[in-house]
């Protein structure tokens, strides 16, 4: 579980550089984000299952920072999908949706060390 953690967090970090430097990366940005991506898909559900499967359902406050978390990536994973019909407000709500599932991994990663 904590491989698979510290992998998500890798995944979700190369997906915010890659979207923030977009125009650097040019033809090679839709290759890497797209696979951090499935990457960060794969690596969270890994994460959770042997959590899960392993030690049974965490405390409270540490499951919800998770799964509010995960929730919200997969949300702006879903909205990266409708991708060709970005406008401004979808893309920004894409942008918001990645941060706040960066923040939330965060106090969920916090939680579990306190």
Same mark, same amino acid.
């Given at each position: 579980? #904590? ?6 967090? &890798?995944? !979700? ?5 890659? $979207?923030? *430097? #977009?125009?650097? !990366?040019?033809?090679?940005? #839709?290759?890497?984000?797209? =696979?951090? &991506? %499935? ?7 890994? +994460? *959770?299952?042997? /959590?899960?499967?392993?030690?049974? =359902?965490?405390?409270?406050?540490? /499951?919800?920072?998770?799964?509010? $978390? ?14 060709? #019909?970005?406008?401004? $407000?979808? %893309? ?15 106090? +969920?990663?916090?939680? &579990?060390?306190?």
């Amino acid at each position: 579980a #904590r491989v698979s953690g510290f992998l998500s967090v &890798a995944f !979700l970090s190369g997906l915010l550089f890659s $979207g923030f *430097g #977009r125009k650097k !990366l040019k033809r090679r940005f #839709r290759n890497v984000h797209v =696979t951090m &991506a %499935l990457g960060l898909f794969v690596s969270l559900s890994v +994460h *959770g299952i042997i /959590y899960i499967a392993k030690y049974g =359902t965490p405390s409270v406050t540490w /499951y919800w920072f998770g799964l509010i $978390g995960f929730i919200a990536l997969i949300v702006t994973q879903v909205k990266g999908f409708v991708r060709k #019909r970005f406008g401004q $407000g979808l %893309l920004a709500s894409h942008i918001i949706g990645a941060c706040v599932g960066l923040f939330l991994s965060i106090l +969920h990663w916090i939680w &579990a060390w306190v």
